[in-house]
């Protein structure tokens, strides 16, 4: 019973994990200037300015479009007080400020998260912006990721972008190894309570 308790939990154990697991970004590219507002010589971003920055659909690989902004945060960074949010806004009256979060140790390198809820927007792209470029990341149904810059340049703010097909948060389905572990876990404990109950009987018979 002990072998069987074991691995029942180590079956869990991997099914959570595999649930868990986060989605991985994928680096669409870098642009110049900026992905949404106006630069510092006037011209609007690539996307647009403001409240109407929107990913054009068909416009960039990965990305099914069109794909509205969702939130944008300027930041600044400091040795003694870390990385802090000098200007935010949101886009959606679902999200606000504290839907994210933002780590970083040297203003170069970090992470964020977006703590969606079944009924917020999915995100499904962010920009890194930084010196005179910006990266832009596809992620599917992120709410977590990590963001770089390049040349020591320090980071200049962070934008997210809805999904355009779609609205809310998608609950991931289970994976197939999720069922098949969890399918055999449970075959595993009904067979073992079948020889006991087997076992008591041949005990009870009599001799």
């Not at 087997?198 to 001799?207: F, H, K, N, V």
Request: glycine residues 14%; proline residues 5%.
């Amino acid at each position: 019973m002990r072998g069987l308790t074991g691995w029942f939990s180590a079956a869990a154990l991997l099914a959570a994990a595999l649930v868990a697991v986060p989605a991985q970004a994928a680096l669409v590219g870098q642009y110049d200037g900026i992905d949404c507002g106006v630069s510092s010589s006037g011209t609007i971003g690539e996307f647009g300015s403001g409240a109407d920055c929107v990913i054009p659909e068909d416009s960039v690989e990965g990305i099914k479009g069109p794909t509205p902004l969702i939130a944008k945060f300027e930041f600044a960074f400091d040795s003694s007080d870390g990385l802090s949010v000098t200007v935010g806004a949101t886009f959606v009256g679902v999200v606000t400020r504290d839907h994210f979060q933002f780590t970083s140790t040297d203003g170069l390198t970090g992470t964020w998260r977006y703590d969606a809820g079944p009924t917020d927007p999915m995100l499904t792209a962010f920009a890194v912006n930084y010196g005179t470029v910006f990266d832009l990341y596809v992620v599917e149904n992120g709410q977590q990721g990590d963001w770089e810059t390049a040349n020591g340049l320090g980071l200049r703010q962070l934008s997210f972008y809805d999904r355009g097909l779609s609205t809310t948060m998608a609950v991931p389905a289970p994976t197939p190894l999720v069922l098949l572990a969890a399918g055999a876990g449970f075959l595993l404990l009904a067979r073992q309570r079948n020889r006991g109950v087997e076992g008591q009987r041949s005990l009870c018979a009599p001799g």
